[in-house]
């Protein structure tokens, strides 16, 4: 299934979202429901089945089993911050943003 998804996503964005999010539990400033691996995702993603195992899982836990469970998104183009609470994203818009 990995392998799959992987060929479609922007690797550059996932690894983005995966140091930030990483940094924000370290800080405290997110709750995840994950526990960190010793392994680090590579600087750029080669052939799928070139990969070693353990990326190849570690790929597995940053798509599938990262929560987070409080704290917020920041929309890149607005600056617009959207809480998360019990891990549910408040993505309602206020009535002066419509």
Known sequence: MVEKIVGKIDYDALKTAYIQIKSFADSGEVEVDFTWP???LPETLPNFVDLP??????LHQVLFDIHV????LICPGTNREFTISNGIPNMVL?????
Do not use: F, P, Y
């Open 94 to 98: 206020h009535e002066d943003e419509i």
């Open 69 to 72: 469970l409080d704290g917020k």
């Open 53 to 58: 195992e353990e990326i190849k899982i570690l």
């Open 38 to 40: 010793a392994s680090e």
